[in-house]
């Protein structure tokens, strides 16, 4: 059965945190952060386990990490990972260089300063933005500000060595806001602000890329404070590239397999899906009645609510369904190793909770909420009735929007025995649904 929530309340379609089984939204929201926890914690054993002899070998890994993230990061497109790795790769080079002249060197002290405060700057201001791709008529102006940043760290870096670079920074250097001990305060200061910007993308976006910014943010932190461990910088910038590496891999494999509108797994997962099977399964072909009518009515932006609304029901469905958007307003439900028998009320009680849903459009409900707060002002100004009566005013105005759908449902069987007979079996029930009235089952 679908788990319940309250529709009255979900006027945009989307089931709340709150109303989300515990369970199910548990899993959601931490699946996406498993990738990252695994590699920081194999970053923090390899860290403190590392023999001496390994440290040279570790210290290239970086050298063949970043350069894979970089070109996967173009090939998919992804500009603010690309520039991400772009700067991690900046950052190791020039710290690699620095490491030259010795540990107790003004130059890998200014390289330790200036990478700790660029990198997480740099992410924070990707964090800010929003994805536009690697090739953005404007990408010029990232790759200009990083070229300028490795320019002024390489001028500070040779403070001494050069009669242009002099050796003013060596003492504005030792200033306490800048100090590398192990990072300056400045620099923590911009991890920080970096990281609790992630964090607020994450919430309002639980995307792999959003998280990997974060989290490959959280490993550069590390690899900056543990820098004198052996290995331990290159050990976490590694890690910190693998995150994102793989966050372009799976935000990747979302956009391709994955329905932005609905959040439901596309035709394309579908598919994949259907060549698995067992010897027993049913499917169901759902279409949500009179759609193009919600378009010419209200427009195609409560035609998507509608079709968000019904993705978030279907995503609950119970008796082991897994829900697929199959294309415009058609849905499907897979359900393995299950009868027909045994999903037919699930069905039914999908049906008839999306029938009693009192959907209320979005633009209708805008523009009740801006007559009400003007007849509110109104009428306030004037003392004739207490604002709380406009809120109360405000439900009883606003009109809900009967949205139903019809499901045909076939399983497999000794005449419908592949995958695609039964699906076409289900798309046919589902026609008879419909010049039968529609808002009901077929079979």
């Not at 926890?37 to 970043?66: D, E, K, R, S, Y």
């Not at 543990?226 to 793989?246: D, E, H, V």
């Not at 579908?270 to 919600?294: N, V």
Request: hydrophobic fraction near 50%.
């Amino acid at each position: 059965m679908l788990s319940g929530f309250d529709d009255r309340r979900s006027r945009n379609g989307r089931p709340s945190k709150a109303q989300t089984p515990l369970n199910s939204l548990s899993l959601r929201i931490a699946q996406p952060f498993t990738a990252p926890a695994i590699v920081l914690i194999i970053a923090a054993a390899a860290a403190a386990l590392v023999p001496a002899h390994a440290v040279a070998a570790m210290q290239l890994v970086p050298a063949v990490v970043l350069p894979v993230g970089i070109g996967l990061s173009l090939w998919f497109n992804r500009g603010r990972a690309f520039l991400a790795m772009v700067s991690l790769f900046a950052a190791y080079a020039g710290y690699m260089l620095a490491a030259n002249y010795g540990a107790d060197a003004f130059s890998l002290h200014a390289v330790a300063s200036g990478i700790a405060i660029f990198v997480p700057l740099n992410v924070a201001l990707i964090l800010a933005l929003p994805e536009r791709g690697v090739f953005h008529f404007r990408s010029y102006r990232w790759l200009l500000l990083l070229v300028v940043e490795c320019l002024l760290v390489a001028w500070v870096a040779s403070a001494g060595q050069t009669p242009l670079s002099g050796t003013a920074w060596i003492t504005v250097l030792d200033h306490w806001l800048l100090r590398p001990d192990p990072t300056p305060l400045i620099g923590q200061v911009l991890f920080a602000a970096g990281i609790a910007l992630a964090i607020g993308r994450v919430y309002e976006q639980l995307s792999p890329v959003e998280i990997g910014l974060g989290s490959a943010l959280l490993a550069f932190f590390v690899a900056c404070i543990w820098n004198s461990a052996p290995g331990g910088f290159s050990i976490f910038l590694t890690a910190g590239a693998l995150i994102l590496l793989l966050s372009v891999l799976q935000e990747s494999h979302r956009m391709a397999f994955r329905d932005e509108l609905t959040g439901l797994p596309g035709r394309r997962l579908l598919e994949e899906q259907l060549l698995g099977l067992g010897p027993q399964f049913t499917i169901a072909m759902l279409d949500i009645d009179h759609f193009k009518k919600f378009n010419d009515t209200f427009g195609h932006d409560v035609g998507d609510q509608v079709l968000r609304m019904v993705g978030a029901r279907l995503a609950e469905i119970g008796s082991g369904g897994r829900a697929f958007r199959y294309g415009g307003e058609e849905f499907s439900v897979l359900f393995p190793d299950k009868s027909l028998e045994q999903v037919v009320p699930c069905l039914e009680s999908l049906r008839t909770g999306i029938e009693n849903y009192g959907l209320v459009p979005r633009n209708r409900e805008r523009r009740q909420s801006a007559r009400d707060e003007e007849d509110r002002r109104r009428t306030v100004q004037h003392g004739l009735v207490q604002p709380a009566h406009g809120a109360l005013a405000k439900e009883a105005n606003i009109e809900s929007v009967a949205v139903t759908v019809s499901i045909g449902v076939a399983e497999r069987n000794r005449r419908l025995h592949t995958p695609a007979m039964v699906l076409r079996a289900a798309d046919d029930a589902l026609y008879r649904a419909k010049d039968a009235g529609r808002n009901r089952l077929s079979r």
